[in-house]
């Protein structure tokens, strides 16, 4: 059982940067694929950015300015999020596939507003 905890949202103007933090209770350097989600109010989950050995793949919405990242010593997977939008607002997930089984944080805020 792999538990994570998001953390590292918050409140950002237009135009900003965040970095989000996924710590995971074990290992994540044998993971068949991690990522982020994102849900908007009255919007479904959708995906950010996924990574597994091969390949990284974002959202056509988030390309140049989202970037995932991880340091297999930390248990640590990153989101560096940059010139961020009101469209960003969302909760913000971290998702790890490990054995073939799906984990899931908590989420963690993010809004972008003035």
């Known amino acids: 059982q792999v538990q994570l905890v998001e953390s590292g949202g918050g409140l950002v103007q237009p135009g900003g940067s965040l970095r989000l933090s996924c710590a995971a209770s074990?290992?994540?350097?044998?993971?068949?694929?991690m990522g982020w989600f994102r849900q908007a109010p009255g919007t479904g989950r959708e995906l950010v950015a996924l990574?597994?050995?091969?390949?990284?793949t974002y959202a056509e919405s988030v390309k140049g300015r989202f970037t995932i990242s991880r340091d297999n010593a930390k248990k640590t997977m990153y989101l560096q999020m940059s010139s961020l939008k009101p469209e960003d607002t969302a909760i913000y997930y971290c998702?790890?596939?490990?054995?073939?089984?799906?984990?899931w944080g908590q989420g963690t805020q993010v809004t972008v507003s003035s």
């Open positions: 074990e290992s994540i350097s044998s993971a068949d694929a």
């Open positions: 990574t597994n050995s091969r390949r990284e």
């Open positions: 998702y790890v596939r490990k054995f073939y089984v799906d984990y």
